[in-house]
C-alpha cells in the first residue's frame, strides 16, 4: 500500500512540474509547439527533461 501512494505522489508530481514548465515556457514568449515539446519531454522524461529545460529557458 505505501508503494502504490509513493508512486501516485510521484505521478502527481511529475504533472504539476509538467505543467509548470509548460506554462514557464509559454510565459516567457516561446511558440506553442516548443511549450508543447517542452510538455511531452518533462511527462516523459520527468527528471532529465526538466533539468534540460531549466538549462535552456530563457531567464
Do not use: Q
Not at 514568449?29 to 527533461?49: C, H, Q
Request: hydrophobic share 60%; charged share 15%.
Amino acid at each position: 500500500m505505501v508503494f502504490l501512494f509513493f508512486g501516485f505522489i510521484l505521478l502527481v508530481l511529475n504533472v504539476i512540474t509538467s505543467i509548470w514548465a509548460y506554462r514557464d515556457s509559454v510565459r516567457k514568449g516561446n511558440s506553442k509547439e516548443y511549450a508543447i515539446v517542452v510538455l511531452i519531454g518533462t511527462l516523459f522524461f520527468p527528471i532529465i527533461g526538466l533539468i534540460v529545460y531549466l538549462i535552456i529557458r530563457n531567464d
